[in-house]
């Protein structure tokens, strides 16, 4: 497996501080590995395994520990010495009822540096933000970038050809043990994948809010993975829902529903800006998959349909890479995508290709009706990379392996 060195850079300067580690994203991403590598560090830091603590609370071992009090009195039995600094790492810390306020007596009752991991970000931070303000700092945690899929395979002694490996990676996406243990089983990574949705629909979905009408949400998703990166409008979606459902739906309950999956950090929602106005648009959002490859395993087409699966890849790089996003609008023309992050603003259009002039124009005339001049950008699968009119157009393995823009 390799090193999830982009966060431990993040992490590693606050080891041995007393503020809790929160490490959010969906299941199955990476984070209880992540969580090992972390312990990885603090053992060659020179701390010993004695005064580190780890608990998986998925695991049949620590089913005992459901609430609070039982792992107040775990964790109290364990620090055997209040004089010494001990390290906490849990793992889906979800699990245990009242987590929140077992977390908050122990960073004020013994020397510890927690570091927790959870599927659920809204609980995560909501809790938290209640019980410890100013105590904590979440890291969102995603499936594999393109980069480290390069990565594993080359420490696993495979050829690596960049053009198959990025059609395999549009096709199946980033989750971790696809990549690390499945490999060329292409019914093995749709089995997993479906295998991995289900828990996520059953664990941080079905679980965790009250859904009363289970096939409507389950048609709702199904509607959002099958249409990544169009236009969101309720109206539509609940015609949809209405055709397929035979039963209508309110407003409300459609965006609970996409909000229950948000927290489960399975979508991201994407609001439209306003370029020349500087306003954030309210209506015609767009949802993108936290990994593309479930849409392969639950509604197939990725091939098909790149343009869309290239549009969620650009996204979640961007994502990846600590940009804030929207949509962005300019009269009539749509910028795919408005990145800011530390003071600079950059604009990308996403287009499979743009071999023909009424693409091309399509494609480089929203970004030529921008007059400021922060750097511009148009993502392709074609060959040629070339500069026009001072927009930069890059392929699409140079945009996600090299760090020029990070």
Known sequence: MIKREQYLEEIRPLIGKKIIKVLTGIRRCGKSTLLKQIKDELIEMGISEENILEINFDSMHYQDISNKDDLTEYVSNFIKNSNEKYYLLFDEIQNVEGWERSLSGFIVDFDVDIYVTGSNAKLLSGELATFLT??????????????????????????????????????WGGMPFIHDVIENQDNQKKRYLHDVYN?????????????????????????????VGHHFSVKSVSDYLKT????????????????????????????????????ILKTNEK??????????????????????????????ELIRRGYEVTIGNV?????????????????????YEVNQESTRDREFGPLLKINDNYPKYLITKDDNEYDYEGIEKKHIINFLIEDWWD
Do not use: W
């Open 134 to 171: 100013g105590r904590y700092m979440a890291f969102d945690i995603y499936p594999f970038s393109f980069k480290e899929v390069i990565e594993i395979n080359e420490q696993k002694g495979n050829t690596v050809e960049l053009n198959k490996l990025f059609d395999d990676y549009l096709k």
């Open 199 to 227: 828990s996520i629909v059953y664990e941080d979905v079905l679980k965790r809010a009250n859904v009363s009408r289970i096939d409507l949400m389950d048609k709702l998703i199904r509607f959002v993975i099958m249409n």
């Open 244 to 279: 397929r459902a035979k039963r209508h739906s309110k407003r409300e309950t459609i965006y609970n529903y996409l909000t229950y999956f948000e927290n489960a950090c399975f979508i991201n929602r994407v609001r439209r800006e306003n370029i020349m106005g500087k306003g």
């Open 287 to 316: 949802f993108y998959l936290t990994d593309h490859g479930f849409r392969q395993a639950i509604y197939g087409h990725n091939k098909r349909d790149a343009q869309l699966i290239l549009e969620n890849i650009v996204y979640m």
């Open 331 to 351: 009269g009539k023309k749509e910028i795919d995508f408005v990145a800011k992050k530390n003071g600079l603003k950059r604009y990308f259009q996403v287009s």
